[in-house]
């Protein structure tokens, strides 16, 4: 029921984590079910949902919008767990 999953106007999206990332002009919406994701499997996801522009020897760079607004570089594991507890949506942008 749509009412009840509606509270304070915010759609209950508990349990469930939405990556927003950016490849250029190119941005996609991923949900995400495990949130113990590594960082490998990180960017094996980006590889896989920019298909043909990202390749698999290519170097590239994450970084998230912190609250601030700045763009913080995810580097390992940590990183992605520290940017996960920071929001439920993660915005993702790719170098």
Do not use: W
């Not at 009840?4 to 349990?15: P, R």
Request: aromatic content about 6%; glycine content about 6%.
């Amino acid at each position: 029921n749509i009412l009840e999953s509606t509270m304070n106007g915010q759609l209950d999206l508990s349990g469930k984590l939405i990556i927003k990332a950016q490849l250029g002009e190119d941005i996609r919406r991923i949900p995400i079910h495990n949130e113990d994701i590594t960082y490998d499997e990180l960017v094996l996801m980006m590889q896989r949902v920019f298909r043909g522009k990202l390749l698999s020897n290519d170097e590239v760079t994450i970084k998230y919008k912190d609250e601030d607004g700045d763009l913080i570089t995810i580097f390992d594991s940590s990183d992605l767990s520290f940017a996960i507890q920071c929001s439920r949506i993660l915005k993702l942008t790719l170098f």
